[in-house]
């Protein structure tokens, strides 16, 4: 049920764009976006709910596909900033109970 | 003021001891996590407690117990440890179970056992 993201690892140019899918084989409940820098925890990004609902802050957004079961992360003009890994975190629906489970991550690296 | 704590974030031990990581979140939340990051970076659920309740326990060894003394504490008791068991845990919580609510995770703990 591990949800399994696309690229493994992408570099970038400043200002460059980029996008990172997520794609699942069974029907989700939620997507959650996630970046840990190294040696750091994971942080927030964003939570997609619904199918076709798209959220960001910044030049990073995001998009819920529910009927394909998929998931993408779009950075647009990069910074070196957003360089890190980059997980999906996918949940199911069921009797309440927390199901996250996380993809392996896409290491993107912004060079100057 | 930290969000999500844990302690320590080093931990140095050998083969067949038995150690403990505390964790300790002061947002209020609901539910508490402890996630495995091997070095392959993936991010592993362990344990998740609601309410000083168990909700999720993954396939992981016996030999690790979640211990919560409240609903703001956490802590993770390992007994014989083994050199598999060396990765970075994490600590986390969020609001209700969380399918809907961010979470925040604590810096981490490196467990490395020799």
């Known amino acids: 049920q591990q949800p399994v993201q696309s690229p493994q690892a992408v570099i970038l140019r400043e200002g460059e764009d980029a996008v990172i899918n997520c794609s699942s084989s069974?029907?989700?409940?939620?997507v959650h976006w996630y970046r840990q820098k190294h040696g750091e925890a994971p942080v927030f990004l964003m939570i997609l709910l619904k199918g076709g609902e798209q959220k960001g802050h910044d030049k990073i957004s995001a998009s819920f596909n529910e009927k394909k079961q998929q998931s993408s992360l779009y950075l647009t003009a990069s910074q070196l900033s957003y360089s890190g890994t980059y997980f999906c975190?996918?949940?199911?629906?069921?009797?309440?109970?927390?199901?996250?489970?996380f993809g392996k991550g896409t290491k993107l690296s912004v060079i100057p | 003021d930290t969000a999500v704590s844990q302690t320590p974030k080093y931990l140095v031990t050998q083969m067949g001891n038995d150690k403990s990581i505390k964790c300790e979140q002061n947002l209020g939340h609901d539910t508490m996590y402890w996630y495995k990051q091997d070095s392959k970076k993936f991010l592993k659920i362990m344990f998740s407690?609601?309410?000083?309740?168990?909700?999720i326990n993954e396939t992981v060894p016996n030999r690790f117990s979640p211990k919560s003394p409240d609903k703001a504490h956490l802590n993770l008791h390992i007994n014989s440890l083994e050199l598999g068991d060396s990765a970075v845990y994490f600590c986390a919580s969020s609001q209700d179970t969380g399918l809907w609510a961010e979470a925040f995770f604590g810096q981490g703990t490196r467990l490395t056992v020799v």
């Open positions: 407690y609601n309410n000083k309740e168990l909700i």
């Open positions: 975190g996918t949940a199911y629906s069921g009797a309440g109970s927390y199901q996250l489970t």
């Open positions: 069974k029907a989700l409940y939620s």
